[in-house]
Each structure stands twice: as C-alpha cells, then as structure tokens.
C-alpha cells in the first residue's frame, strides 16, 4: 500500500512540476511583442499580431532595405472564431499629406504573401525618401465572417530619409 501512496505522490509532483515549467514557459514580457528585435540579416523587422504591424524602427535611411515579416507563433490571438492565421506584409509609399489606414497608397515596392503562424518571411527592396505603409491586406471568411486585416488595423508608416 505504501508503494502505491508514493508513486502516487511521486505523480502528482510529476505534474505540479510540469505545469509550473508551463507556465513559465508560456509567460512573456510584453514589451517584446511591441517593439520586435531586429532579426539577424534585415535592416526592418517587422511584427506582424492580430491586429497590428510592428516595426523594430520607425525611421530608417534610404536604400537598398531587407525586410523580415515575423509572424510568431506566441504573440497571442489566432483564436478558431478570430483568423490571422496567415498575415502580409506589403510596403507602398504613401502620397504627400496622406495618412496610413486609408487605402490611399501607390503600388506596392515590396509584398510577402501567405505568411503561416510561425514563420518569418523576407525580401529586399529599394526604398526612396519618403512616407511609406505598411500593410496586411488578408480578406479572409471566419465562420461566415469577413476579417479584413486592414479594416482592423493592420496597418503603420515608417519614414525613409
């Protein structure tokens, strides 16, 4: 009887001891969603959360720019009902006096399509001075639903100089 006592216990701590390295491991600090670290290689990393864009940097030179779009596994959402489970990222300069958000950008100098919870897509451009968005332009139906990244907010500026 005492064998089974213990190995009871013995589960038991077993689990507790899981669960705690769980949670630990699920926590995160918040201030890394929002401000994302450059990744390795790309001049722009660029965060991509239901629903937002995230860039590591606001202001950059002009010239030849890597992109990286991160789509991270971690950030949060993606829930069966939300969608965002594949996110853009597209790149267009914005016209004097225009604001982000309105759909009133030139055509696109740089798109990552398609990009899965998970993965980190990149691409290089060319970027003059100048105002630029960036853009998730996903439409996606969600049980029955429209889910409109950018109607949502998917959307930012960044200034070349």
């Known amino acids: 009887c005492s064998g089974s006592v213990s190995l009871a216990r013995t589960l038991v701590l077993i689990g507790l001891l899981l669960a705690t390295a769980f949670v630990l491991g699920c926590g995160g600090d918040d201030d890394d969603a929002s401000s994302p670290e450059p990744t390795a290689d790309a001049d722009l990393t ?11 940097v606001d202001e950059l030179a002009a010239g030849d720019i890597i992109f990286a779009a991160v789509h991270a596994e971690d950030h949060g959402g993606h829930g069966t009902s939300e969608g965002g ?5 597209l790149v267009a300069p914005l016209a004097e006096g225009q604001g982000a ?6 055509s696109p100098v740089l798109n990552l399509p398609d990009i899965e919870i998970g993965e980190t897509a990149t691409g290089h451009t060319t970027l003059e001075p100048g105002m630029y968005e960036l853009a998730c332009l996903v439409v996606e139906e969600v049980d029955g639903e429209t889910v409109n990244h950018y109607e949502k907010g998917m ?7």
């Open 101 to 106: 958000g309105k759909g009133k950008f030139g």
């Open 46 to 56: 660029v965060n991509l959360t239901n629903w937002a864009i995230e860039p590591s």
């Open 155 to 161: 959307y930012t500026t960044i200034t070349v100089r």
């Open 85 to 89: 489970a594949t996110h853009q990222l």
